[in-house]
């Protein structure tokens, strides 16, 4: 049996209401309102244009990945869809993943591979022969 949800006194459901005006005046002075003001509503790594529902699939990416450099101009914001702002931030932790020398390259020291593909290959081309 499913449990009866008492109704909020009100005190109570005054201050759910206050909570919920200041999230909404917070979302509506954030950065992303700030941004989608700003900026054209398309994805500036695949061009695909956002309008209506699909607006929240649009992103704020920072520029510098600092998301306290909020300047006014919108100077660190671009737009991005879902899938290009996880690929942006993908890429920034492989920087300098696979570049030779590189400090991350350098630091992962791994034993060279002791494996030979075709080693017993010429044994097992002879005993083919010889039947």
């Known amino acids: 049996m499913a449990a009866i949800n008492k109704p909020l006194d009100r005190e109570k ?6 909570g919920l005006r200041r999230d909404v005046e917070a979302r509506r002075n954030g950065y992303r309102m700030r941004a989608l003001s700003i900026l054209p509503h398309f994805c500036v790594s695949c061009g695909r244009e956002f309008e209506g ?3 929240k699939e ?5 520029k510098d990945h600092n998301h306290n450099n909020n300047p006014p101009d919108g100077s660190n914001w671009e737009l991005l869809c879902l899938y290009c702002h996880d690929h942006e931030h993908e890429k920034s932790l492989l920087t300098g ?5 590189s400090a991350v390259a350098t630091s992962k020291k791994t034993a ?5 593909a075709f080693e017993n290959l010429d044994s097992l081309l002879n ?3 010889k039947k």
């Open 127 to 129: 005993k083919s022969d």
């Open 53 to 55: 529902k699909r607006l």
């Open 112 to 116: 060279p591979s002791v494996f030979s």
């Open 13 to 18: 459901a005054s201050e759910v209401l206050a």
């Open 97 to 101: 993943y696979y570049e030779p020398g």
């Open 58 to 62: 649009l992103t704020v990416h920072h």
